[in-house]
């Protein structure tokens, strides 16, 4: 019998594993293995999160492709430039990645906060999310399809401070980078659409490779 796909869903900025809560049960559900690693999103920085992610999912990533299996990412807002920055260290190929409101381009929201230094060196994360960071890109050919979802329904007033659609934290022009194979905008803000069905079932039809 074939190993079952084994996803990796990585939570984001200031958030916990529970958050992607989810798209865990959706995906076990469908039949897929899942691991959901607790990485220091708030506090730490952008190495403390990928030591993490190395600590709690590389050798379950190498040991399920020893067996003949397959894994892919899917990460929420952080989560998916964690999950971009790990690949582009080396980590081993998925068959798929798939981000959800993450900000490629970075967040105008982190470009605010940073005016005040004090508030860098407290929250080191808000460096990587900061406007003109460049995530790692991953131009074609390559060996796995890359998803984009993005919300553009902001709810309360920081949307306000966004330039164009956006989902009250990111803009959809970040949400959705040039490499992508996939995009999809849904009308779902940043807090709510990783657990929306629409975007479970977005994440489960690309994952079983179909479109977004």
Known sequence: MAEPLLVLLLHGYARTRRDMASLDRALVAAGHRTLSPQLPT???TLEDCLQALDRQAGDTVLAHGANGGTY?????SYGGLIARHW????????????????????????????RWPLIGR??????????????PHFDAPRRFRIGAIA???PRGPAGMLLAGPNDGRVTVASALPDDADAHL????????IHHHPDTLAAVGRF?????L
């Open 42 to 44: 708030t506090f730490g």
């Open 207 to 211: 994952l079983a490779g179909g479109p």
């Open 72 to 76: 892919a990412l899917v990460g929420h």
């Open 185 to 192: 905008v849904l009308p779902l803000d940043h807090q709510r």
């Open 151 to 153: 919300g553009d329904r």
């Open 87 to 114: 690949l582009a260290r080396g980590a081993p190929t998925p068959c798929a990645l798939v981000s959800i409101a993450t900000p490629h381009g970075g967040s105008e929201l982190a470009d605010f906060a940073l």
């Open 122 to 135: 407290v929250l080191p994360p808000l460096a990587c999310l900061r406007c003109g960071v460049a995530a």
